[in-house]
Every structure is written in C-alpha cells, then in structure tokens.
Nanobody
C-alpha cells in the first residue's frame, strides 16, 4: 500500500535546526510535486514549501513562513524529500506534513491540490 512517512521532528531550542524527511513506499517521489505543510495547535494547515516534479522543472517554492530559513530538497536515490529548517522560532511549532500532488507536476502550497498525505511529525521550538 502506498504511503508517505515523515520523520525528523522533535524538540529544539529557538535558533536551532531540524531536518525533516518525507519517505515513500509505492511512489517514486521524483515524479511528483511534493509539498510540506504545517498545522499549529488551533490553527488551519498551511503550506510551507514545495518542490515540483523532476520531469517538470524541479523548481522550489517557499511561503513567507519559511523563506530564507527553510530549504526543500530531493534525494532521488533515497526516494526522500527533505525540509531543512534553520533559525527556528517558537512560532514554527506545529505538526509538519508532506504530501504528494497526484495530478500536475508543478508544485503549489495549496493543500487542496494534494492527494496523499503522511501522518505528520511534530516540531516544538521552545527553550
């Protein structure tokens, strides 16, 4: 059964870094647009970053929440997409999800454009 699995979340102090991983079984991630989203307690899920399919242009995009601090990347050999998060702030505290866009190679940060989701990995930024 196809599935996505996020990992790498945890507790980190403000200013620290984490690298989230999105692994997949049943999908070859390089052929899909992949998005990273987050949902803070009591808030709606919002987009953070995305990467287009490699058979499109593989472009990356960041929303204002992660621009300049987060980097999305893909390791095709490991069938994994990463989200490197630096200079973390308490407001980055959330459950982070990766998702696959089944229709369309170009990435977006609209969660309604994505069809398959992982279970999420929690990130807590606190001293």
């Amino acid at each position: 059964q196809a599935q996505l699995v996020e990992s790498g979340g945890g507790l980190v102090q403000p200013g620290g870094s984490l690298r989230l991983s999105c692994g997949a079984s049943g999908f070859t991630l390089e052929y899909y647009a992949i998005g990273w989203f987050r949902q803070a307690p009591g808030k709606e899920r919002v987009g953070v970053s995305c990467i287009s399919a490699s058979n499109s242009d593989g472009r990356t995009y960041y929303t204002d929440s992660g621009k300049g601090r987060f980097t999305i990347s893909r390791d095709s050999a490991k069938n994994t997409v990463y989200l490197q998060m630096n200079s973390l702030k308490p407001e980055d505290t959330a459950v982070y999800y990766c998702a696959i866009r089944n229709w369309g190679w170009d990435c977006t940060t609209e969660d309604s454009d994505y069809d398959y989701w992982g279970q999420g990995t929690p990130v807590t930024v606190s001293s």
